[in-house]
């Protein structure tokens, strides 16, 4: 083993509903990543939330359960913590879900007891999606124990994954987004009827009703008209206590086209060609993103150059007005076109996601393939990237002495 080689540790699965996808992701990025240039440690984490690596990290990507007292960083008789250890310094972390909540512990490595061995990382890829692994709560994981790591940081994962958030941000970066309204479920389960009113003076059916924190479309409803209203407001209701609610964009009868840029870099960064998934179903829903092949992409997208460039754009401005880091993929909504009609179709601004897919196959690679950086080389621009942002972040200064 060569001394300079950065070690990268892989983390995949975890406690989200895009388990599976994360899997995906870091089956491909193992498989890809250049090993003359890294010692890869793949982490698991398991659907429980608990860590685990070497053979029980290999069982987990390929589907199998893990074992009841998994090995944790190589040691048989380790069972309840792996731990993430940079600097003398450790993160615990905890096994969750325990019945008891129990605090995120920091200690010297050297007091750590033989049962809890530590994983000695240079860089983390998160290759998580969605909940505890998209949304800043892992990322303030790895700020505590000083860590590089891809992607957003704490705020920019928070913001992307957070609908309400995220469309503040743009709109204040003045980018154009459809009409939309935030509703805590309190207010809805308080006086449905008086919620209604409320929506329907602000917005024009269709409209779209979605959680502000999940993704993969889970709890998203199409409303054609009020009678689907209740149903798509307490379904969304299930999965967050906060909800957005959108004017769907190109009006009634209509299906937007779906246009995503991949954009890449942490101070100043760069857009990818515009990529276009046309959904095999009424709208970009679950099953048409994972369980049916009829959503086919088109890269690049048929767009005037004037179009492509102003979306390329838009997209940047969106990472930056989300504080964004290292990659986030950028999702446009724009009006089908209408024949005869001179007005030029609109072009929103629909979502950021700082985790986006990464198989190799996945919209985010395919796109910066498209655009001349190849899946391999992309990896290694990334980990680039996360060292680059922890070394410039060591010019900060906590207090003033
Ligand atoms: N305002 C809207 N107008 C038209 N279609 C929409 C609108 N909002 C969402 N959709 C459809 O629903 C899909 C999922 O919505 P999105 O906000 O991207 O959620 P997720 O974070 O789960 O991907 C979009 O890809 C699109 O097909
Ligand atoms: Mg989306």
Redesign the pocket.
């Known amino acids: 083993m060569k001394k300079n080689k950065l070690r990268v540790g892989i983390l995949f699965g975890g406690r989200s509903g895009e388990h599976e996808v994360s899997l995906l992701s870091a089956a491909s990025i193992l498989k890809a990543i250049d090993r003359t240039k890294y010692d890869v440690v793949p982490i698991g984490i398991t659907r429980e939330g608990r860590w685990v690596t070497a053979n029980d990290a290999q069982a987990l990507l390929t589907g199998k359960a893990a074992k009841e007292n998994p090995r944790l960083a190589g040691d048989p008789e380790a069972t309840a913590t792996a731990a993430v250890i940079r600097r003398g310094e450790a993160i615990i972390v905890p096994p969750v879900p325990a019945d008891s909540l129990q605090p995120l512990e920091l200690s010297a490595a050297a007091e750590l007891a033989p049962q809890q061995p530590a994983l000695h990382i240079d860089v983390v890829f998160p290759v998580l999606h969605g909940t505890f692994g998209e949304d800043g709560t892992i990322q303030g994981l790895f700020e505590l124990a000083d860590i590089a790591y891809v992607g957003s940081g704490v705020l920019g994962s928070a913001a992307g994954m957070d ?1 309400d958030a995220m469309k503040k941000l743009f709109k204040a970066a003045s980018l154009p987004q ?1 009409p939309y309204l935030a509703m805590l479920r309190s207010e809805w389960r308080a006086d449905a009827k008086k919620a209604t009113k409320k929506i329907e003076a602000a917005l024009k059916y269709p409209l ?1 009703v ?1 959680p502000a924190n ?5 709890g ?1 409803s199409k409303v054609h008209d009020r009678s689907e209203l209740a149903a798509a407001m307490d379904l969304a209701a299930s999965f967050d206590r906060k909800l957005v609610i ?5 009006g009634p009868g209509a299906k ?1 086209r ?1 246009l995503e840029v991949s954009v890449l870099g942490n101070d100043t960064p760069e857009a990818s060609v515009v990529g276009e998934i046309v ?1 095999g179903a009424e ?3 679950y099953e048409a993103k994972y369980l049916s092949d009829s959503s086919v992409p088109i890269i690049p997208a048929k767009l005037s150059a004037a179009e492509s460039k102003q979306i390329r754009q838009m997209a940047i401005e969106a990472f930056k007005a989300c504080d964004c880091a290292g990659l986030a993929r950028v ?1 446009f ?1 724009m009006e089908p076109a209408k024949k005869g009609s001179k007005r030029k179709p609109r072009i929103y601004l ?2 950021i996601n700082t985790l986006p897919g990464f198989t190799s196959i996945s919209m985010y690679p395919k796109l910066w393939a498209a655009t001349g950086l190849p899946y391999k080389k992309l990896i290694d621009r990334l980990i680039q990237l996360a060292v680059e942002r922890h070394q410039e972040k060591q010019q900060t200064q906590f207090s003033r002495v």
């Not at 999940?214 to 889970?218: A, F, K």
């Not at 959108?246 to 190109?250: F, K, L, R």
């Open positions: 609908k459809t779209f979605k999940l993704g993969s479309s889970v998203i959108e004017q769907g964009v190109g937007p779906e959904p709208f970009y829903d999702d909504l629909n979502e």
